[in-house]
């Protein structure tokens, strides 16, 4: 029987009751509990089940959930009648801070206050029948939006010696998307104020809480211990390579092709695999993210379901102003090529603007790449450095980087003199070319460097790059758009390569203007001209069969925000 598709509903109870499409995960239960971590801190991306999991766990667990076995009938976890007795007989604390997204520190604190302070009214019976004295008296009339500092770390605490007085038991508690907060302190510039509040309540929870059983926290990152969670050392960190819980948050292979058989999509199976597979968790390969597949079996269409929510903003400006290496990486993972990086997966926000090895990481735990493979090396010091191979994950994500790249050209009149300057680069006509690009480079080159670091010497630099990923974006389909490779006896800047060898091809050199080595822009584009001759760039299209006819090599000069561009043939 076909079940109803509801994409986005992440209440398990709701899920259940209403029969609606369900892909069976109460494994987690199991494993969860059988590992018996004090704390766990599971890091995936977003839209891969994280909320609805953390309701199952809740529906499981908590003692208002008592006598609603029903729930879990026909699931993996109820055929063992030992899981069976410990439905409902746990005091559950469960909040989310998934929509404390504010672009102030002060409206995100409101917003956790509020969060905090509905715990205590769906708790209110229970906490107030166990308050004894006082202190405990005084302390929950101070539960509110206005609620200082100190109130809001201990709330959590409190909540859970005043339940589990109430039921006798130590409480569990599930935390979902904590670093929701932090991601939006970091985006808006009130990192260091969130942090120090966040870093006291999670301490308050989880570490100095003799309340407490056994708890769960789920977000997209590992944030570093030394950012966050230097006073907790009870806490199980499990990532996307982590073998834990593999196939507890979204689809393996198998679950999404039975879904497919049922819903009459049997024959889109690779056309699926290519679109929507391609994530790794541990040893786990071909998982599926459930937003997409969802959405899909509700429609028959190949759309960019999971890249059109929200949450892409950060990851855009990140690539937007990053170095010139980290755009040279975009553009070998836009070609299906591999990259080899070092980093940790414990993500130090304040370092994203200097880190390369950060943003490849936080894109890691985003879901954006996947690892291929882990190469490790014994080093000086004893220990181990770990290489790892990175790939983008599908066909999905891949469009989506696209997207970003068309975006950076997107405002109305940069957009025009863009594909104006495409059109006359494909034309050889070099008048129309100068025309159109300092116009591009004057409405762009800021905006390349919009980091926190812009300089003179990086904003030709950053331009150039992203140039040239929308280059490899807008002219994929006829050409192979490479930069920065050895030719003949150096590296070229750009290279065109036409995919039928019969079009015309393009060397294109870019150089600063440099009034030390020479008088006026025209000897700079002189001197770019000379090099791409002196070093015989032109021998890599030569051996790809491309007559020197149709070599055309431009020589860009740059000063500031004005561009001269001179051009010469292969002789």
């Not at 409206?107 to 205590?120: G, K």
């Not at 970003?404 to 680069?425: M, P």
Request: overall charge negative; hydrophobic content about 35%.
């Amino acid at each position: 029987m076909r079940l109803n598709l509801a994409t986005g509903l992440q209440n398990f109870e709701k899920i259940r009751t209403e029969k609606v499409f369900y892909i069976d995960k109460s494994n987690f239960i199991k494993e969860w509990w059988d590992r018996k971590d004090d704390i766990t801190l599971i890091a995936r991306p977003r839209r891969f089940g994280k909320t609805l999991n953390m309701s199952m766990l809740e529906c499981f667990f908590s003692t208002k959930y008592a006598g609603r076995g029903d729930l879990f009938e026909k699931l993996s976890v109820w055929d063992d009648e030992e899981y069976r007795k410990l439905q409902g007989t746990y005091p559950v604390i469960n909040l989310s801070f998934a929509d404390v997204k504010a672009t102030a520190y002060e409206s995100a604190r409101e917003m956790i206050c509020q969060i905090l302070a509905d715990v205590y009214t769906i708790n209110y019976d229970e906490i107030e029948a166990s308050v004894k004295t006082d202190a405990d008296k005084m302390f929950l009339k101070k539960i509110n939006l206005d609620m200082n500092d100190n109130i809001a770390k201990q709330s959590i605490r409190k909540f859970s010696e005043l339940l589990s007085t109430y039921y006798k038991k130590k409480v569990i508690i599930l935390m979902d998307e904590y670093d929701t907060p932090l991601i939006e302190a970091y985006t808006h510039g009130y990192w260091k104020e969130m942090t120090e509040f966040m870093r006291g309540l999670f301490n308050a929870s989880f570490k100095s809480n003799p309340s407490l059983y056994r708890g769960v926290m789920t977000g997209i990152t590992r944030i570093s211990k030394e950012s966050m969670f230097s006073d907790l050392n009870n806490l199980k960190v499990c990532t996307t390579t982590s073998k834990e819980y593999a196939s507890c948050f979204g689809f393996t292979e198998e679950e999404v092709f039975s879904s497919m058989d049922s819903y009459g999509y049997g024959e889109q199976k690779e056309a699926v695999k290519r679109w929507y597979d391609g994530f790794i968790f541990g040893n786990q390969k071909d998982m599926y993210n459930p937003w997409s597949i969802t959405n899909y079996l509700a429609t028959g269409k190949f759309e960019n379901y999971w890249i059109n929510t929200s949450g892409n903003g950060l990851v855009n400006q990140l690539i937007m102003e990053g170095s010139r290496k980290i755009k040279e990486q975009m553009e070998d993972l836009l070609t299906g090529k591999s990259i080899f990086v070092q980093l940790d997966e414990e993500i130090v926000y304040n370092q994203l603007d200097d880190s390369d090895e950060a943003i490849w990481s936080l894109l890691l735990a985003s879901g954006y790449l996947k690892v291929m493979n882990v190469i490790e090396e014994d080093n000086e010091f004893g220990g181990i450095d770990r290489t790892y191979e990175l790939e983008l994950t599908n066909v999905e994500v891949m469009q989506m980087f696209a997207k970003f790249i068309r975006g950076w050209f997107h405002k109305t009149k940069v957009e025009e003199n863009y594909n104006e300057f495409i059109s006359s680069l494909l034309q050889n006509n070099v008048k129309r070319m100068n025309t159109f690009m300092n116009k591009v480079a004057l409405e762009t080159i800021s905006f390349f460097d919009a980091g926190n670091k812009p300089s003179d010497y990086a904003e030709p630099e950053r331009f150039y790059h992203g140039f040239v990923l929308g280059m490899l974006v807008e002219l994929k389909k006829r050409y192979e758009v490479l930069s920065n490779r050895e030719s003949g006896y150096g590296r070229y800047d750009v290279m065109l390569i036409p995919k039928d060898i019969k079009e015309n091809a393009y060397i294109l050199e870019f150089k600063v203007h440099d009034p030390d080595e020479e008088k006026t822009l025209e000897d700079t584009v002189a001197a770019a001209l000379k090099q791409i001759e002196d070093k015989k760039y032109e021998t890599t299209l030569i051996e790809k069969g491309v007559k020197k006819d149709k070599i055309f090599c431009y020589g860009f000069a740059f000063e500031g925000k004005k561009v001269l561009i001179g051009e010469r043939i292969i002789l």
